[in-house]
């Protein structure tokens, strides 16, 4: 512990609340001392965005002086102090310094933490393993080890699948007219009919509308690999965005270049728009539920049509694949949207992602691997809690997983608790998972030296398992994605309002409490048969069958009543 102070905590659900507050490198702690039953907070300090003071020498209110705390996970905190002594300046000296590490050349917490873990988290995604599960490489797609030294693309895994009669002298020639380098490369394969899901950045057409014909033949063979009449390119943006970038250098496959693709503009807005439709519904949520006019407070967040567009953008991409007809996803730089719908189309079209190992592969893969910059869209550490860069396209693609889950219950391994886990972690610092910007950037340490998320959550699979999962890997699923099927997640955005509660649906509680009586009753029946065969019972012995069934043949016997 760093420091230990008396504090009232302004609670906007029960008032002024005295009570002790306890900072470690890792967590604030508050607990109260009059209120019964006590109320508690746990706030990992990588979750703070933004520490301030609060009142002045001269602030008079009860309670006008101390402490206010803006948090990336839906909540604030406030804090009032007594103006003597200098507890408010320690607080605040301690807060700014463990909650932003990175801007006073600390470690983060993930480099301090000494857990263990039964199973190393780090081993759960290995790309050849990946690949060769898709059934990679073949005829017509190789593995290529350009990027080994991260020469081609700094941002993008070292090992790549591309078109098998692509050379690397080709690959690098695309890179020099792709954003970033981001070249088109496959992030996963049909099976049945060989359709594609590619992923990439913007082409460097610029204002003069500028062509490469490396890049144009390229993509042919990504079209041809599996005999596709006209490859789809699904650019996220909005036509508008996309014409605009084209001043920065950047723009789109234009027809009289690429004859042989259709261009799509999925619509989906940038980082910034994403941010501040966050922001909206923070303001309609927390603390205070918007109740008067509750629909149409929500409405003007934009959140939900935000959600929708992914979702839809997905449901193309993977609708086109179910045809039979390869894709190339890019937004500017293919670091955001395109995770967003290249794992959203994934989810819906392979039953593997929708276990609970497979979504940390699908995760660790379109998103850690190939580089979503989760240092700059978050801040881990960071101070600047105004940068441009801070975005929330991963908690906007986790609540797409979410609604997906709410339309088919029965089709994913994992439950809400798992995502929510995810989320709090995103912000945590606790575990080297989702720290850095890209592969390159992940300094070696951070396998060594950090414990992975999936380590944690592995350890204990059974609290993130799904009692209702039914595994059917070979259906497609498609979402309803219109406005009227999608439900904000509640349980997620307006979780600190006490007056929501944090509970099991009826059903699922059911069912945890059918399993338990089924344990239990496996458990008497071993203690049978044990004593059964026990040498003190051979009387009870000679009355049993020569094979007796084993526990697990003799529950199909067991009638739980509902």
């Known amino acids: 512990t760093l420091c230990k102070y008396y504090i009232i905590y302004m609670c906007p659900f029960n008032g002024a609340l005295k009570g002790k507050v306890f900072i470690t490198n890792y967590r604030l702690y508050f607990k109260s001392a009059d209120a019964d039953p006590a109320v508690t907070l746990n706030v990992p300090l990588g979750v703070i965005g933004r520490v301030e003071k609060m009142g002045g020498a001269s602030s008079r209110g009860e309670n006008s002086y101390g402490l206010d705390i803006t948090c990336k996970d839906m909540r604030n905190l406030r804090f009032a102090l007594k103006q003597e002594g200098h507890s408010r300046r320690d607080i605040f000296d301690i807060l700014f310094r463990y909650a932003f590490p990175v801007s006073h050349g600390l470690p983060v917490f993930a480099y301090l933490s000494q857990e263990k873990y039964e199973e190393n988290g780090w081993n759960v995604f290995k790309p050849m393993e990946e690949f060769r599960r898709q059934g990679l490489p073949n005829e017509k797609w190789r593995i290529t080890f350009v990027n080994e030294t991260y020469e081609l693309c700094d941002t993008y895994p070292t090992i790549l699948a591309v078109p098998f009669r692509s050379s690397d002298e080709d690959l690098r020639k695309v890179s020099a007219f792709r954003s970033r380098g981001r070249i088109p490369v496959l992030s996963w394969i049909h099976r049945e009919n060989q359709a594609v899901i590619c992923r990439c950045s913007q082409p460097l057409v610029g204002m003069s509308g500028k062509r490469n014909k490396d890049d144009e033949r390229y993509l042919d063979l990504i079209r041809e690999a599996n005999g596709t009449a006209k490859l789809t390119i699904y650019d996220a943006r909005p036509s508008v965005n996309a014409v605009a970038n084209k001043a920065t250098g950047g723009g789109y496959e234009g027809d009289d270049a690429y004859q042989n693709a259709e261009l799509v503009f999925l619509d989906i807005h940038n980082i910034h728009v994403m941010r501040e439709s966050l922001k909206k519904l923070k303001d309609i949520v927390y603390p205070n539920v918007e109740e008067s006019h509750w629909l149409s407070s929500l409405e003007s967040t934009h959140w939900l049509e935000h959600i929708k567009l992914v979702i839809s953008g997905a449901i193309q991409v993977a609708d086109k694949i179910s045809g039979g007809n390869s894709v ?76 997906m889950t709410k339309q088919f219950p029965t089709a994913f391994e994992f439950n809400e608790r798992l995502l929510v886990t995810i989320l709090d972690h995103l912000f945590s610092c606790r575990f080297g998972t989702f720290l850095y910007n890209c592969e390159s950037a992940r300094d ?77 009753y496996l458990k008497k029946l071993e203690e ?13 012995s000679n009355s049993s069958t020569p094979n007796a069934a084993s526990p697990t043949q003799h529950i199909t016997h067991l009638h739980t009543p509902f």
């Open 328 to 403: 190339v996803v890019h937004c500017s730089d293919g670091w955001d949207r395109t995770a967003q719908l290249t794992s959203l189309a994934m989810l819906m079209l392979d039953g593997h992602y929708r276990t609970l190992r497979g979504f940390q592969v699908l995760l660790e893969k379109e998103w850690i691997s190939f580089g979503h910059k989760f240092a700059s869209r978050i801040g881990h550490g960071d101070k600047n809690h105004a940068d441009q860069d801070r975005s929330p396209i991963f908690v906007q693609f986790i609540d797409c997983v979410w609604q």
């Open 528 to 540: 049978l048969q044990l004593t059964d065969s026990s040498p003190n019972s051979s009387h009870l």
């Open 444 to 520: 070696t340490n951070v396998r060594s030296k950090t414990v992975s998320l999936w380590s944690l959550v592995n350890s204990e699979a059974s609290s993130y398992q799904n009692p209702f999962y039914t595994p059917e890997c070979s259906r497609v699923l498609y979402p309803v994605a219109s406005m009227r099927h999608l439900e904000l997640w509640v349980t997620y955005y307006i979780r600190w309002n006490p007056r929501i509660r944090q509970q099991q649906s009826p059903v699922e509680q059911r069912y945890m409490e059918l399993l338990a009586l089924r344990d239990e």
